[in-house]
């Protein structure tokens, strides 16, 4: 049977489009809105289409309003020439806040907005310039076209984020991110309203930053790759035009063999040291008992609390191991003297000292999990890669904190997995509404183990825009299919600011293909997801010097045609599936069963596809399956003994990962299996 996998694909893509079609208008919007009040009628978006800013002497805000017309006609593709104007001249959009603010916003900055759309013209007005932005943000999703063109629907939307803290961790140190990368990320982040990026600055396999007052830092530290000065203030400004705070991580005490490459002496152990080119938890860890240590980050953190003007100063502090202070005899004997009964005990006399350090230079402390310590006063902030208990232990103690647990883009979790982590669960619901009050929101964080800047943007994209739902849009929005729906929508849309997430798939693909067609390839590679967690490191020897051009690199970290398939298959165990979704499934079971012969003359001879030959044939086994299970179903027919015997040996087989990379239309056909030996 010849199919033609162009249309089944094509047809997967318009199962999701036809849906949103029909929804209400919310349903293009992410995040979800606290308010909307749908009217009657459109606003149209034409040549004609004019901005006015009733706080016309704001540079960042007059700075937003041109960006916000070069994506209106990139959406559009329409000409808009004057764009701007002042005066009493009859608009589209007019926009204003109420509270002039400084340059950097707080942390607790108020983010609300109410937007109007009218035929006539549409107005978004802020308390602040941060609420101004979200409201253009809001408008731009809104946009749609019709039987008169292109148009946004008449509505009211009043709108506030439910956490005043929704950050993207970018981990530039394990590998080198730059400035390009961080920009269009940034912008990404101004699209779905988050609003922290916290960057990691320093770590065993790299310092990033240029330090005038310690040269070696970066000069010894970084193989060369670091941001100057210059461009951390562009990057600085590039964010705080778009609403974004710009909170610094350099890790210390632990996590920082790339400072002692310059400078040992402020390490637990003589030394050499040299970059690490391996993942893991490393022995260096600064020294916390010599007084030099302390003036060596009095002058450090002075300079880089110049360079970094918001309030908050991330001191990473998790991982310490301990093992060079157990080896150390003077710091044993520092312990002894100040009894101090353990590691945990020394490391929060270091966290004292920082601290001191951070509010002499004007800076409040924010750390890991480990940093938590009843001896610390209350105006730190725990950063939680524990869970919600741990945030809850913290917040009755009197400790503000932020929640990644659950938003590690790097264990290559469903974006369904991230929605479902709230940083107010139910072992939070039981505080006080004060206690409550101090759970700031979260972070989403891409470490950059396996990261290069090939593949960056697609594992943070799309997942991180239903992390920020989570954290802006109120806790009764929850329900995933719908937020897939609009999933779809945004990823497109994240494009129009210039990321990759999309792109860079087919760019891999082509290149692993050689000059053959990717089609083969590419049906394969739409039905796998990389293994999860930290699997990947038990597959191979990975260092920072390993390249990144694999299978497994270019594939998404989460398959839509294996979800999709999944609910078809669900749907067609309880009898709910259409004639059309019965064919659209025995269509795309008869593609995957041929695809293995198609893709054997691309695996021939191609190093970079070594591994990947038998999973193509598992994808071919496990489609033949699936077709004889369904055709079991439909007759009411029971398997034989050698069916069951042969196809669980297979299913057991092709759910195994195999060049870090999983099957994901196994788990459906093994429930299916499962389902008709009953």
Known sequence: MHTDFKLIRHSIVAITLIVSTHCVVGQYLMPMPSSILLGSGFLRIDSSFTVRLLNPDDETLTSAARRFVERLMKRTGIPISEGIVRGEAIVKLSVSYRKISGKTQSAVEDESYTLTVAENGAEVKAETRCGVLRGLETFLQLIEIGSDGFRVPCLTIEDKPRFPWRGLLIDACRHWLPVEIIKRNLDGMAMVKMNVLHWHLSEDQGFRVESRKFPKLHGMGSDGNYYTQEQIK????????????????????????????????????????????????????????????????????????????DEYFHIGGDEVNGKQWDANLKIQEFKRKNNLEDNHALQAYFNRRVLAILKKHGKKMIGWDEIF???????????????????????????????????????????????????IDSTIASLTKEEQSRILGGEACMWAEYVSPENVDSRIWPRTAAIAERLWSPASVKDAETMYRRLEVVSKQLEYVELTHRTSYTQMLERLAGNNSIEPLKVLADVVEPVKFYER???????????????????????????????????????????????????????????????????????????????????????????????TFASKENLTEGQTRLFTAILQRAEKQKGALLLMVVPPVKKLFESAQK
């Open 234 to 309: 562009e990057v600085i400004s590039y964010a705080a035009d778009r609403g974004i705070r710009v909170v610094p991580e350099f890790d210390m005490p632990g996590h920082s063999t790339a400072w002692f490459v310059g400078y040992p002496e402020i390490a637990s152990a003589p030394g050499p040291y040299q970059i690490e080119r391996k993942w893991g938890v490393f022995d260096p860890a600064m020294d916390p008992t010599r007084e030099e240590t302390y003036k060596f980050l009095d002058e450090f953190i002075g300079e880089m609390a110049k360079l970094f003007p």
């Open 373 to 423: 310590h009843p001896d610390l006063p209350k105006d730190i902030v725990v950063q939680s890669w524990r869970g919600q208990k741990s945030l809850a232990e913290g917040a009755k103690q009197g400790y503000q904190g932020i929640l990644s647990f659950g938003y590690y883009l790097d264990h290559i979790r469903p974006a369904s997995y991230h929605y479902s982590i709230d940083p």
């Open 537 to 631: 490191g038990k597959t191979r020897q990975y260092t920072s010097l390993t390249p990144l051009n694999r299978l497994v690199d270019a594939t998404r970290p989460e398959s839509n045609n294996a979800r999709i398939f999944a609910r078809l298959l669900r749907e067609f165990q309880q009898n709910k599936t259409s004639n059309n979704d019965r064919t659209l499934l025995n269509d795309l079971l008869a593609l995957w069963k041929e695809n293995h012969a198609k893709l054997e003359p691309l695996l021939a001879n191609n190093q970079l596809l070594d591994d990947v030959e038998p999973l193509s044939r598992d994808l071919a086994d496990v489609s033949v399956i699936a077709l004889k299970l369904m055709e």
